[in-house]
């Protein structure tokens, strides 16, 4: 087992050894010669930079609306519902996820398109449905995501003591300021977790957007569209830097505000 | 806790109105399952039954479906059991290179599902080959265990950090040998969270088809796979959303069972 | 009050990892063995592109570059087994349903057992390829010539696939499929990409691409365009004809003027296109909802669109020709069951399943004899199967390399290049 994590590590290490080399213009065959261009390409042209942004806001969105949606439910269910409905509720939340992704997604277009689900109940309210495009995939992917979410926020607040809770109301302190002071603290750790999730998955996805998206693309996609054409392993292993990249960002992001060993 | 009637009732509006909103993208499956049109378009054209025939006379699907159960068992196991291991080292205990872990479980994830599948594939190529071991369950096994390990991982951790060591320092001090303290102080702690791990580990798993398709070779098809695949054969593509219908009900037995076996006897123990 | 190692959890396991990382030792052994796995995995690679290189040097290979792969001479007995890419619908054995099999006769008679594996996107076929685990593949000609280039496959003795003899002249030595008079796989089966719109709301039909390329277009919003770097070709074929001063001869042969100006005419188009289609379910659900009125799509599409009798459309082949696909089953350089592989061949283009295959996909069949064997008997009229003077107006996808597929020498832009155009123009 070990071994293959070796040789897992070892293949991407060469990937991205391989992000500093180039492609004979004609076989397509790789030139083991380091060279920056690839870089130097997903830097200068601004195509790169606007996509790459584009996808740090989707994904950064879709962290924040799950993140605003789970920790309320979460602690409706750890906190207030019965030890039975609590399974139950746990069990509800987790069934959409048996309901294969691709299904879900084009359930979702079905939802969004014209003369579709959205329009259809939107229409006597005289509202316009957004259609395809950015909005329909951040809120997709905040859907899908979002059980990823609850689930661990949920198991960080199971395990908080209600005594403290009690004590925070006895002392004098509104369910607002006991939110705020108790619940937020401790759910933080679990947050990150969840959070680990959803934004990576949703940098890394390329498939919602193809079918949401309209004619809008992710960096996910840059990364997909490169990588089986002749031979631009190197250019697509430069662009999966940048996801890569981001993610260490947030991890040391959030390593510096101390959450996670203050506890 | 004491919180006021009004606040209760706002949280447990707002959940039921998550629920639904989990709920309504399944609701259009289901009846685009009885839409007569070949590519689900809304609103349905009439009722019809013909794609749960055609489901139900379908071999691809259960062999797929029993795969990729397959698949998904196996690599949550693994996932469980290098998850926690990790997991543990990382909370309880300081040594060079901890910092890396946290990367470098999370960077299979967080890499392009495509990025991953290739450096599997060549990887399984150079290291598997020698050994007479081609592509196959094994290899997606393996391959769903890089990523789903993050996922275990992540809930443990978070489970350890917040509850501290100080309770199994105090097993040990009261003479309780390591089995013992696993057993009655450790593991009571985390199995809520190693459920939710494993649960959604092995959706992860069940899901996923990117690294699958670089790792599965030639002789073997997950359900992801069978359903992305029908999506781009012609006539066929409404099955899928029998598929799903039927997914959840299969499932929802497994998942409530899985939530009381979390609770256990241990459901009153808070610390 | 301290744990000691072993008082946790797993505390065996721990103590195991604890050793690994925290002694200097042992980490620098666990790094030595990354490096070594790294050099092993870079000498791996390094070995194949050096063969790769190594026949292109070699003076006397076929022209421009083909690795050389040698020619089957003769067949022995089947190897019991077969690896298959293909596209979904194309190797179909009847356990999606009952009724749509034409692998199990095959493997009835040869005795090869018949694994597939469905490819998405040309793309992938080609990575899948690369990797020398399958037999062969049905490769679109945007993949074709990657994989001849690349030395992933070997070419056809066409002496040896009997049935070859009555596919449709117009398929046989084209540039997608051949080099120098070699052929590089067995034609399976063809279809244009159309000029699709809506037959209410789109009046008149359109018979020009301009329709889709006109900025000032009143369906704004409402047109689509297909999402590969290879739709770049359909902007090129627009302007061979409205502006022939660029002097462009062939689509796929685009200098850098040429380019340029194919792809600002695609970033001017991006400004009325609705959404980009790849899958054919999307682009179905596009028409039937309204969400598209008009744009480029396939022959399938239409007959989907219309059979649900929600929408009607309208198809045809613009004034200005088309660009279409022309899909080519190729055998693997690194076969394992090359023999099992030519038996494919010849099956797949005998008329019966040659029949079966085209009209299940819907797409005009390559073997002249399938048409008699179609159930619909006006299908080979519908997809123009023997119109040698419909085909002759369609540019098959063909893939983009360095050296101009109408010989200007090496200053045309290769695929990779279109790749990253086509992710400029989406923005």
Known sequence: MLWLVVAYLGSLIVMFVAAFWSTNDFTGALVRKFTTNNFHTLITESVYRTIAVRSIVVASIVTIVDAVVAIPIAFFMAKILSPRWRRIMVALVLLPLWASYLVKAYAWRTIFSEGGVLAWVASPFNIHTPGYGLGATTAVLAYLWLPYMILPVFAGLERLPDSLLDASSDLGANAWRTFRTIVLPITYPAFIAGSIFTFSLSMGDYIIVKIVGGKSQLFANVVYDNIGTAGNLPFAAAAAMVPVVTIIAYLLMVRRSGALDNL | MNLSKRARRALGAFSGLVLLILYIPLLVVLVNSFNPAKTFSWPPTGFSTKWWSRAIANEGVRTAFVTSVKAGLGATSIALLLGTMAAFAVARYTFFGREAISLLVILPIALPGIVTGIALNSAFTTFLKPFGIGFGLFTVIVGHATFCIVVVYNNVLARLRRVGATLEEASGDLGANTFQTFRYVTFPTIRSSLVAGALLAFALSFDEIVVTTFTSGASIKTLPQWIFDNLFRPNQAPVINVVAACLIVAFALPVWLSQRLSDGAAAGGRI | ?427
């Open chain 3, 1 to 427: 009050m301290i744990v000691t190692i072993g008082n946790g959890a797993s505390g065996c396991y721990l103590e195991g990892m604890m050793k690994l990382r925290s002694k200097k030792r042992t980490l620098t052994l666990s790094t030595l063995s990354i490096a070594a796995a790294t050099i092993l995995l870079l000498a791996g690679c390094s070995s194949s592109s050096n063969s790769s290189a190594g026949t292109t040097s070699t003076p006397g290979a076929a022209a421009g570059g083909v690795p050389n792969v040698p020619l089957a001479k003769a067949l022995g007995q089947g190897e019991g087994a077969l690896n298959l890419i293909a596209w979904a619908g194309y190797a179909e054995n009847g356990s999606n349903d009952k009724t749509v099999d034409w692998v199990t006769p095959f493997e009835k008679t040869t005795g090869c057992k018949v694994n597939v594996k469905i490819g998405n996107t040309s793309d992938e076929m080609v990575t899948l390829m690369k990797t020398g685990q399958y037999d062969g593949v049905s490769a679109s000609g945007d993949a074709t010539l990657r994989l001849i280039y690349g030395g992933d496959v070997a070419p056809v003795n066409t002496s040896l696939v009997p049935n070859y003899a009555t596919v449709s002249d117009f398929l046989k030595n084209q540039k997608w499929n051949s080099v120098a008079g070699q052929m590089y796989g067995i034609p399976h089966a063809w279809g244009a990409n159309v000029l699709t719109s809506n037959a209410s709301k789109v009046t008149p039909a359109p018979t020009s691409w301009s329709a889709v390329f006109d900025p000032k277009s009143p369906y704004k919003g409402k047109v689509t365009a297909y999402d590969s770097p290879i739709y770049i070709a359909d902007a090129a074929l627009y302007l061979m004809s409205t502006k022939p001063d660029l002097g462009i001869k062939n689509p796929y042969a685009l200098d850098d003027k040429q380019f340029t100006a194919a792809v600002d005419l695609l970033k001017a188009q991006k400004l009325i296109v609705g959404e980009y289609w790849a899958d054919y379910t999307k682009a179905v659900q596009s028409f039937e909802s309204g969400n598209t009125l008009l744009g480029t799509s396939w022959q399938v599409i239409v007959n989907m669109v219309n059979s649900d009798k929600k929408v009607k459309v309208n198809a045809t082949v613009p004034v200005e020709g088309a660009t279409g696909w022309s899909d080519t089953w190729m055998i693997s350089s690194k076969a394992a069951h090359p023999n099992c592989m030519y038996k494919w061949m010849d099956h797949i283009i005998s008329p019966k399943a040659n029949a079966q295959v085209s009209e299940y996909f819907g797409e005009a069949p390559a073997q002249t004899l399938a048409c008699a064997q179609t159930v619909d008997k006006n299908f080979c009229a519908t997809y123009h199967a023997t119109d040698a003077a419909y085909a002759s107006k369609i540019y098959y996808w063909t893939t983009p390399t360095t050296t101009c597929l109408d010989g200007r020498g090496r200053i045309c832009k290769d695929y990779a290049a279109w790749t990253q155009a086509w992710t400029a123009i989406k923005g």
